[in-house]
């Protein structure tokens, strides 16, 4: 049935392109704009220099229900967590992706956090991840999926804190989409996640936390002293 | 359910009945305003925003004049990624093919995304009807899944629904739970959707969703939510159904990019949605989550016969819903009257488009040419002009009854006629002009109580546009 029906769709929007006509030189024109994948305007915004793009990613990130921790370097890392956990009264047992770029902070420094590895079960109640990129135009967080960085991780649990090194802030999603492409592979999954869940469906009240998780924590990590703080934080 | 068949041939009883529901018309009156002012703000922050229109529309433009060979690339894409596309050339062989999928998999019960497609094609009640349990996860699209509706809205499908009837709602099916527990706060009735929707994303063999984009470059299929059910549908279950139509496809990641710039801001007027989900096949090897299965349901439905024709503009279509939130006639009869899928102004297009102008010819006449639609559509799709397109199909088909037939070929020959049409017309408006004159308005009128019913007709003020041009000595082109 599919084959047939394959043949009936494509005959169909053959005859009404006028494919026949045109064939080789329409074929060229979509291979070139699928290979180069040019980039359409971005706006100002989405333009800005390392500093502005920090600011205007806090700035986003807040306005959208997200909070921000700034810290000035990876030993604050674990400190921040739990400074986070402990002010929002939440347990200190959490889930963490197996992610060597975790693994690079000084956890044994906060040996309250109760830390276990692997992908989001449905007990989690915080689960901590890195980031593949962060994007400054709207405070979004921009993570990938794979062996080390589970999915469910990102939507199971009610609080998810995403560890970001001011190192991965990029300015528009264009930027985002070429760091990935340099991987050189394209990941089952890529989620782009501005704030935590809401809805407005019950008489357009907006509600945070409707399926995946009710609070989102941004711990944005800086190269050394300086280059994060100044900011609220 | 939303498989019922269309009530679009009955739009007149539809929007009486409307009107005089009182429930709804505060329901409409509380949605439309906060959708209108965040949609403008949104629009202000953005000093790119009209630009990003236009390149929306081109981008959109570009494929549907090569719809053919990106649907094909975007197959390659999803076949090497070691994904599933299956092509339907209607909704019977749509739904097939879900439930192919699902057999094959075993499957009991299947989480679902929001999906208009899915409204299309009738899924729910065939699942049913074949002993699969569909559970949709979307918070309004579970809350009429319940109460046995369709949406009233393409993003808010239950913004029609006030709090006190979702919580009798909930009492009604969710018997499990604490009889004297309190349901009167919003709050309160997402946590408990949110507890019971819970246990069923983690029983789901199979979770289907709809998509926003297709990505030709990559064979991704993109979702945005707000409420991350979307990604718990697709990401838990064995195995992922995508149902999406033809025109879905763009060429790139960076068109995708651009046109989402756009959808939020129009649709709730936010910067971005919550959650913006590229899936990319299966899971690969080695990942610890993600569905072993990944299937991509591509669905014609009519469109293919709108591509190459003027009504082909309304495949630019991005669901956003700003058509209908600026409408002031959604704005006073809601999406039920509209009598099939899609509701608003998108709706008196679409839907005589894919069932019929015999089906659905009332609804490219149920507008007021105000031109907000247009205004607003992120796209730019021409509304206005394809509903007139529309019209004179419903025309040309002999649709209309003959005495409005002849009252349009009446009204037509006159206005071809200058010099006759002010004769014919200086009479009647003289005398309508004495008679209002004192309150400057009629109540009602005889032949015109379908208008004077629900409003007043201001009376005429003084002498008309055309002769105090000429009085003013304004320039006259001759007739053609």
């Known amino acids: ?64 229900d997200a909070t921000v921790a700034l810290v ?7 400190g921040a967590v739990a400074d986070y956990l402990r002010g929002e009264n939440l347990p200190t047992r959490l889930r963490m992706a197996p992610d060597p770029k975790l693994d690079a902070y000084p956890w044994d420094e906060a040996p309250l956090l109760d830390i276990e590895h692997g992908k989001g079960e449905a007990s989690d109640t915080v689960a901590v991840t890195g980031a593949f990129a962060a994007i400054a135009e709207t405070g979004t967080l921009m993570l990938v999926s794979g062996p080390e960085t589970p999915t469910t991780l990102n939507f199971l649990p009610d609080a998810h804190i995403v560890v970001v090194r001011a190192a991965d802030m990029v300015a528009c999603y264009e930027d985002g989409w070429d760091r990935l492409r340099a991987t050189g592979r394209m990941p089952r999954t890529v989620n782009f996640i501005t704030g935590p869940s809401r809805s407005a469906d ?19 990590v800086g190269d050394g002293p300086g280059e994060v703080e100044g900011s609220d934080g | ?53 236009d390149e929306a529309r081109d981008i959109k433009n570009h494929v549907l004049a090569h719809l053919d060979l990106y649907l094909e690339a975007f197959e390659t894409r999803v076949t090497e990624r070691g994904g599933h596309v299956h092509w339907a050339r209607d909704a019977a062989e749509a739904r097939g093919a879900v439930l192919a999928i699902c057999r094959a998999a075993g499957a009991r019960t299947v989480t679902k995304g929001k999906s208009m497609i899915s409204e299309e094609i009738g899924l729910n009640a065939f699942l049913e009807e074949n002993g699969i349990e569909p559970v949709e996860t979307d918070l309004g699209e579970y809350i009429i899944q319940l109460r046995h509706e369709a949406p009233s809205h393409i993003i808010a499908p239950a913004f029609h629904v006030p709090k006190a009837e979702v919580a009798a709602t909930f009492r009604k099916h969710h018997t499990a739970l604490d009889p004297a527990r309190l349901l009167e706060q919003p709050r ?36 945005v939510t707000n409420e991350g059910n979307g990604d718990l549908t697709q990401t838990l279950p064995r195995v992922h159904i995508v149902v999406a139509s033809l025109e879905k496809v763009v060429p790139t990641l960076e068109d995708a990019s651009t046109i989402l710039r756009v959808l939020a801001r129009s649709a709730t007027g936010q910067e971005f949605t919550s959650y913006t989900t590229f899936s990319t096949g299966p899971r690969r090897g080695e990942d610890l989550d993600g569905p072993h299965e990944f299937h991509v349901v591509l669905l014609d439905n009519g469109r293919s016969d709108l591509v190459g024709t003027e009504l082909q503009d309304v495949l630019r279509c991005i669901r956003c819903g700003a058509c209908m939130n600026h409408c002031p006639v959604f704005g006073v009869i809601g999406g039920h009257a509209y009598g099939w899928v899609y509701p608003g102004p998108i709706g008196a297009v679409l839907s005589p488009s894919l069932i019929g102008v015999e089906e659905a010819h009332h609804l490219p006449s149920a507008s007021t040419f105000c031109g907000r639609c247009e205004s607003v559509c992120p796209m730019r799709i021409p509304l206005p002009a394809l509903m007139r397109h529309l019209r004179e199909r419903e025309f040309e088909k002999k649709i209309p009854p003959a005495t409005q037939r002849w009252g349009l070929r009446i009204w037509a020959f006159l206005a071809k006629r200058p010099r006759l049409y002010r004769l014919a017309t200086a009479v009647p408006l003289r005398l309508l002009g004495r008679l209002g004159r004192r309150s400057g308005r009629f109540r009602s009128l005889p032949m015109a109580g379908g208008w004077t019913s629900q409003r007043d007709l201001p009376a005429p003020q003084g002498p008309s546009f055309q002769s105090l041009w000429d009085r003013a000595g304004g320039r006259r082109e001759k007739p053609v």
């Open chain 1, 1 to 64: 049935m599919t084959r047939e029906s394959r043949d009936a769709v494509l005959g169909a929007l053959r005859r009404a392109t006028g494919r026949d006509s045109n064939a080789a030189a329409a074929a060229a024109s979509v291979g070139d704009r699928l290979a180069r994948h040019a980039r359409n305007t971005i706006p100002a915004r989405g333009q800005r220099d390392r500093r502005g793009r920090l600011d205007l990613f806090v700035e986003q990130a807040e306005a959208v």
């Open chain 1, 202 to 220: 019950i008489e357009q009240t907006l509600q945070l936390g409707a399926h995946g998780p009710r609070w989102l924590h941004i711990v944005l």
């Open chain 1, 72 to 78: 000035s370097g990876a030993a604050d890392v674990p």
């Open chain 2, 1 to 53: 359910m939303s498989a019922d068949a269309p009530t679009s041939h009955r739009f007149p009883e539809n929007a009486r009945a409307a009107l005089a529901d009182e429930t709804l018309q505060r329901s409409l009156a509380s949605a439309k305003v906060g959708f209108r002012v965040r949609r403008s703000e949104a629009a202000a922050r953005l000093p790119e925003f009209e630009i990003l229109r």
């Open chain 2, 188 to 223: 309160q009735l997402l946590e408990e959707a949110r507890g019971v929707l819970r246990d069923r994303f983690l029983a789901a063999d199979v979770g289907i969703t709809g998509a926003n984009f297709l990505i030709a470059e990559t064979g991704a299929t993109v979702i």
